[in-house]
Structure formats: C-alpha cells, structure tokens
C-alpha cells in the first residue's frame, strides 16, 4: 500500500489537505472514509474541515511554517471528555414502595437533549418513579419532571429548569456505522454513586430486533442495571444510541443494546410536534413466519390474524391473508413493518400487497393510529 502523508498546500489552496495513498484511515480500527476531494496539478486534495467533520479530531494550521497539525480523535478519554457534560444521572422513587422506605429508590441514566433543561432517556427509567432528581456531570441537583413517556419505543423525556446546559451531539441521519468500530457507553451503573461511568467495546451488530418494536444496535460495552437511557458513543463523541437493554444469565457475557439514534430522533420529533408519538397502523393483527421468528433468512410473508383498522375492513383484508410488501417494500417482519411506518403518519395512505382470496393484489390502505398503552 503506498505510503500515507498529509501537507497543507500553500497559495490559492491554504485549507485544504495533500493525501496521497488510497485512503485517510480513521483512527478507529483503520476503516476507511470517503471524502469529497479534487485532483488538481495531478495531485488530490480535501479540505482540512471535511477531515475532521468526518474522521472526529482536530487540525491547527501554522502560517509561519506552511505546516498543518492534526489530532485524532480517537483516544478513549478524550470522548468521556467530550461527552459526559451532556450525560446526567436520574433518580426517583418508585410508586410502588412504601413511604416510610427512605432507601427505596430507582435509578438510570439520561442525555442531554437541548440546553434548556431538556432530557432524553428511557420509559422504564421514569416508569411509575415519583420524586424525581436529576444530577448533571458537574454535581449540581434539580427536580425532574417527566413530561413525555413512550413505552413502545422505550423513550421519554425529562424536563429540569436549567440553562446553559451542553446538549449532546447525536449522530446525523442516516447513521453511518460499522460492525467492530469502537464505542463507549457512559451511565449510572449499579449505584447512584457510581454516575457517569465509562465502558468502552465495539459495535457488535446492526439492525438487531430483540424484545423491541424497532431495530436496535448491539455491544459488548458494559451495560448494566443504571446504565438504562445513558449514550453508546461513537469515536468522534457523537451519540449513536441510547443504551436500553442487556441479557442476563450465567451463560451469556457482553450482550447490551441501544435505541439508535435515528429512532431517538423520531420519536423526540413526535414528542415535541405532537405532544406524543402518532404511531401509524395497518389496523390487522400479523404474525411472523416460524423462520422470521428464529432468525433464519427468509422472504416468507406476514399472516393476518386480526383486523381491527376501519381501512382495512372496509378494504375486507381477512385473516388468513398474506402481507408481502408494504409502500413497495418487501416486509417479513413485524419490526421492518414499525421501521418503515416511521415515514408516515395515522391518516396517510399505503400501498400493501398481499395474497387474498387467491389472488395477489396491491390494496390502497388508509393507516390507524395505535392507541398508546
């Protein structure tokens, strides 16, 4: 492989970087990353600001030496820097326990959503706790209130009156990721006096449906009880997910995963345009192939075994008939059915394929809402 060099060119082009070689390699395990670049005087330059937009780090130019300085990102402690101000620990009473039980607490993590006090975590988190407090990284404490609650996406927002605070960066959309880059998940483990711990591992899998309405991220970075509703990092510092579930069992080791961050984005989007999610429906009841639902690959159908939306009654979608794609694409699960849907909204129309009465047809369906639980 030819030799990797970076220099700052002189003159007109004062900003931009000289790569020569095939590629930059970001310092997270050597995957490459493709820039905007031009070829001029046969050699190919980037600019120095799209270097550190995509690969995290920083550069310093040196006007009286003509040389151009560049610092990864990389390292591990300086993500925990970079993200823990945005990271605060919640704590609350659950409405279960008994009042004279001044121990009785419940706890977990929550980001930093907006610097006026906005917060996002978990539903389990805040599910059925009173009392609320929330501690940011700096151990200042504030009175929580948990104004917006999403049980089947398993989000929630929390509402401190603070200003100033530092919001988290969240990854753009569509998140951009691979298997075995290195992550970092910062919570609340076990202990409320344990807050703002970090763990580091990799990205272990992608697109998971585990227990979940939509897809969720895997890790091996320790997840454990507490750590629900804090960040799983990236090594630019941009939050990726949000940390929600792990399995537990003598036989199972490193196994977490977190809501990404584009779902995080929907449904605080909801949040805040509609005061809830407006969950669209196909209005039937639907049951996996026996292959979906072990895992295996398969291209096997969706079954109908309910209909309860006013469109598809009208429509006579009956039980027994067989859902192959929905808005022209193909769906074998339930979970890529949630995923798709997240572009529409109750009221609006999709197309659906499906096999009834014999016949393969392509019905114009009108979506429910789902009542929220």
């Known amino acids: 492989m030819a030799k990797k060099w970076l220099r700052l060119a002189g003159g007109m082009m004062a900003g931009l970087l000289l790569l020569t070689g095939t590629a930059i390699a970001a310092g997270n395990g050597g995957s490459a990353t493709s820039l905007p670049a031009k070829m001029i005087g046969g050699e190919v330059y980037v600019k120095a600001s799209a270097m550190t937009a995509a690969l995290g780090g ?5 006007a009286q030496n003509g040389t151009y300085t560049y610092t990864a990102s ?6 925990v820097k970079k993200v823990s101000p945005s990271v605060v620990a919640i704590i609350g009473k659950p409405d279960d326990a008994g009042s004279s039980d001044r121990y009785a607490l419940a706890h977990g993590t929550g980001v930093i959503w907006k610097s006026d006090g906005w917060i996002v975590t978990n ?78 591992g990799i990205l272990s899998g992608m697109n998971r449906s585990i227990a979940s309405a ?7 970075a320790a997840i454990n009880p507490g750590n629900s509703g804090g960040p799983l990092v990236n090594m630019k510092g941009e939050v990726i997910g949000i940390n929600s579930m792990k399995f537990v069992s003598d036989d199972i080791e490193s196994l977490g995963f977190s809501i990404p961050t584009d779902t ?48 598809a009654i009208k429509l006579n979608i009956q039980p027994g008939d067989l859902i192959y794609s929905v808005a022209g694409q193909s769906v074998t699960s339930i979970v890529e059915i949630n995923e798709l849907l997240k572009a529409y909204l ?25 009542v929220a639980n």
């Open 58 to 62: 920083t550069g310093t130019y040196n």
């Open 74 to 79: 990389s390292e591990i402690p300086e993500v």
């Open 123 to 200: 539903a389990h988190v805040v599910k059925g706790m009173s009392n609320i407090t929330v501690v940011t990284a700096d151990g200042k404490q504030f009175a929580g209130k948990k104004t917006h609650y999403d049980e089947a996406s398993d989000l929630a927002m929390v509402k401190i009156n603070a200003t100033n605070l530092k919001p988290a960066t969240f990854a753009p959309a569509p998140l951009k990721l691979q298997v075995g880059e290195g992550v970092v998940a910062i919570g609340t483990p076990v202990s409320f006096t344990l807050r703002n711990t970090a763990s580091s």
């Open 214 to 220: 939509y897809k969720l991220l895997q890790t091996d």
């Open 264 to 311: 995080v984005r929907y449904v605080v989007g909801q949040f805040f345009k509609y005061g809830k999610v407006k969950r669209p429906s196909l209005g039937v009841e639907l049951e996996e192939s026996w292959a979906a639902i072990v895992g295996l690959p398969t291209t096997e159908p969706l079954k109908v075994t309910d209909v309860y939306g006013a469109s």
């Open 346 to 370: 109750p009221g609006q129309q999709v197309e659906v394929t499906m096999l009834s009465d014999g016949d393969l047809v392509t019905k114009k369906l009108t979506l429910s809402e789902v």
